[in-house]
Every structure is written in structure tokens, then in C-alpha cells.
């Protein structure tokens, strides 16, 4: 595929999925009718274990919703330190190819994942606020990466970059204050020096 066609595969969940959706008691979660994506989740327990098979985490599904601080409805005003998803942990298998945008926003005990091998994309705020995570390591076929993917993950220290990654999106990595290392494959730094914005520069460090 080209970095085209993996930008434009939907990672929503149609009404028509939605509709047809099959339901897994264990996880809570929700898949599409073949079994290749999670549509949704409800009142999910804090370790997960996504089915072989699944290629898409849709868009949201694992985010922080109101209901998990006890709202009622959607209120903004919910304070930071309660805006907290109910993940600790998640088992995601290799099949998966594409994490949709706040796919895990806000997953703020969530500290490591691995990222499965076939792993494609990361949506846009994917990753944003989740402030227990430390290391995130790209696999090996990872080519985009979307705009505030891993924005807020204050205690993310290090991070590893791979050889087929095409592009970044704006702020990905954004008030990543502890931030300490870019890890980046040999003889790439001028290929990333210019896919990664000037403030990270000094923090790249080829391997």
C-alpha cells in the first residue's frame, strides 16, 4: 500500500457495523461482523486482550468517557485527575494494522504496549494523554504516525523510530516533557532530522 492508501482506510465505526456488530462478554468489547475490527467498548476490564484476526482498532474505542468519572452526560468540566479510561493493560495481536484517532486518549494508567508487528498507522491522538506511558518502540512496518498521536504523555522517555516511517503528523509528540531520547535507525539522520520538527532534533540519537 501506498502512505496514501493506509492514510485514507476508515477507522470509524459505521451505524451499518454498529448494527451487525458481534459482542465479546469477556473483554466488553464490540467487533464488526467479520471479526476485523473493534467497533467499540463498554464498562471494559482494566486488562484486555483484543482477538487474532481483528486489523482495526476503530476510533475512541478505549478513550476516557464520561461515564467512567460517574457522568451522566458529556461534560467538559469532568477535573483532569478524574479523566481517567478504565485500561491498565491490553494484549493487541499481530494482525492489527491500523489504531484509529483517540483510539487510546486518556488511558492514563495504561504504562507500556506493545505495538504489534503489522502495525501500519497510528491515528491522530491515539496515544494523546496517556501519562502513565513510558517507551513506545515503532514496529518495523509502521509508516505514519497522526498529528498529536502521543501529545501529553508526560512521562514518555523514550522513544523508537523505524525505517519505513513516511510521515508525522503535527505535534505527535508534543509536551512530551520528559522526553529524553529519539531513538532512530543507522545512517537516518538526515531523513529524520527533516521528518521531525527542529525542538526534537537534539534528542535524536541513531542506533
Not at 47 to 52: A, I, K, N, P
Not at 135 to 161: D, W
Not at 178 to 185: M, N, R, V, Y
Request: with cysteine; glycine share 6%; aromatic share 8%.
Amino acid at each position: 500500500m501506498t502512505l496514501e492508501e493506509i492514510l485514507q482506510v476508515p477507522t470509524s465505526a459505521s451505524a451499518e457495523e454498529l448494527a451487525r456488530d458481534c459482542w465479546d462478554d469477556d473483554n466488553r468489547l464490540s467487533y464488526s461482523e467479520d471479526g476485523t475490527k473493534v467497533l467499540d467498548a463498554e464498562n471494559f476490564p482494566s486488562e484486555v486482550t483484543v482477538r487474532d484476526g481483528c486489523r482495526i482498532i476503530c476510533d475512541n474505542v478505549f478513550a476516557f468517557q464520561p461515564y467512567m468519572a460517574g457522568a451522566l452526560e458529556d461534560d467538559a468540566d469532568i477535573p483532569l485527575e478524574e479523566r481517567d479510561s478504565f485500561l491498565e493493560k491490553i494484549k493487541l495481536p499481530s494482525s492489527i494494522t491500523h489504531i484509529g484517532k483517540g483510539a487510546f486518549a486518556e488511558c492514563g494508567q495504561l504504562e507500556r504496549i506493545s505495538l504489534p508487528s503489522g502495525l501500519l498507522s497510528i491515528g491522530d491522538g491515539a496515544f494523546m494523554d496517556c501519562w502513565q506511558l513510558e517507551k513506545i518502540s515503532l514496529p518495523s512496518h509502521t509508516r505514519a504516525v497522526g498529528a498529536c498521536a502521543f501529545q501529553g504523555c508526560i512521562n514518555l522517555y523514550q522513544i523508537r523510530l523505524n525505517r519505513e516511517l513516511e510521515w508525522i503528523g503535527e505535534d505527535a509528540f508534543d509536551d512530551c516533557e520528559s522526553l529524553e531520547t529519539i531513538f532512530i535507525p543507522h545512517g537516518m539522520l538526515d531523513y529524520f532530522m527533516r521528518l521531525l520538527p527542529q525542538p526534537l532534533h537534539e534528542l535524536i540519537e541513531e542506533l
